[in-house]
């Protein structure tokens, strides 16, 4: 699996490259009225927001809206076999909102998977409503 | 005199025996093991049969969107494991999570997960007479979590079932 790794909030985390359509400017991207989910706290981007000025988007393939992950930075696209992609603990798969498929192993590091076309990121995008986005 | 003196030595043996007064046994009283640990200054403690493991504090990454109790999850040896903040199930402040402590590896019921602790005291074997039932004052929400008290080094220990914290996590 080829995947992108890049930070968002401070939070390292993994797309498969077969999710992404592309990378684009976040300004670009909010002017197109693509809906941009910042993961690290799970609220949508408003255009005016200045943390994500000169940011980039990760837009998700084979969406009906324009959806994409907010990256604060994009740190390097890196290859796993299927060894290396480990399942969350049942606790965090159970009690969280299903943005991540997994995780893999970084060296000492654990980088969180992002599940792209799951479920959950998708139906974040089709409820609209910034309020009930927002998980902590 | 001597003759009678030893007639009372038989016959205060012969007595003994028959009663078995003077024989000392040896009766072994039942113990428990316990991990003694620090949450918030108190003293707290895990069943021993419970904790799997005591790791040093570790970088814990967090996962968004999980709820506050999870504190993150920590890579073991190749494993990932979560992490319970358990602090809010008994009415304590949140820890700081960065700050060094401990976190021991539980696993009850089929459920496996590392909990945050400030540090580890003891592991040690109690007698099972020390342990006394909760307070009938406790809260409600504390005592579905607690199953006794006992005391170490003159303070109040009180003992969690952690099978039952994984049971109050909402799935």
Not at chain 1, 52 to 65: I, P, Y
Not at chain 1, 102 to 121: F, I, T
Not at chain 2, 95 to 107: M, N, V
């Amino acid at each position: 699996m080829t995947a992108l790794v890049f930070v968002s909030g401070g939070i390292r985390m993994a797309a498969p490259a077969s999710g992404i359509e592309g990378i684009v400017d976040m300004q670009r991207a909010l002017e197109e009225d693509a809906k941009i989910i910042d993961l690290s706290t799970g609220v949508y981007i408003d255009a005016g927001e200045s943390r994500f000025k000169d940011k980039k988007a990760l837009m998700v393939k084979g969406a009906d809206k324009k959806i994409g992950i907010a990256a604060d930075d994009l740190e390097e696209i890196a290859s796993y076999d299927g060894n290396a992609v480990k399942s969350l603990p049942p606790l965090v798969a159970a009690s969280g909102k299903g943005m991540f498929k997994g995780a893999v192993l970084k060296g000492e590091d654990v980088v969180l998977l992002v599940d792209p076309c799951g479920g959950s990121l998708m139906g974040w995008a089709e409820t609209g409503n910034k309020d009930s986005q927002e998980v902590r | 005199m001597d003759s009678e003196q030893n007639k009372s030595d038989i016959i205060s043996d012969s007595v003994k025996k028959k009663t078995g007064k003077g024989q000392i046994v040896d009766v072994e009283e039942e113990k428990i093991k316990l991990v003694v640990f620090v949450l918030s200054g108190d003293f707290y403690a895990f069943y021993g049969s419970d904790i799997k493991e005591i790791l040093p504090h570790t970088k814990i990454f967090f996962v968004p969107g999980t709820p506050d109790y999870i504190a993150g999850i920590i890579n073991v040896r190749g494993d990932i494991e979560s992490v319970l903040s358990i602090n809010q199930f008994l009415g304590l402040p949140f820890g700081d999570e960065t700050k060094g402590g401990r976190i021991a590896i539980a696993e009850k019921n089929g459920i496996r997960s590392g909990v945050l602790v400030d540090s580890i005291e003891d592991v040690i074997d109690f007698p099972v007479s020390s342990i006394k039932p909760t307070l009938p004052t406790l809260d409600r929400a504390k005592k579905e979590l607690v199953s006794g008290e006992t005391i170490y080094k003159g303070k109040n220990v009180t003992i969690i079932d952690i099978g039952n914290v994984f049971g109050r996590i909402r799935f």
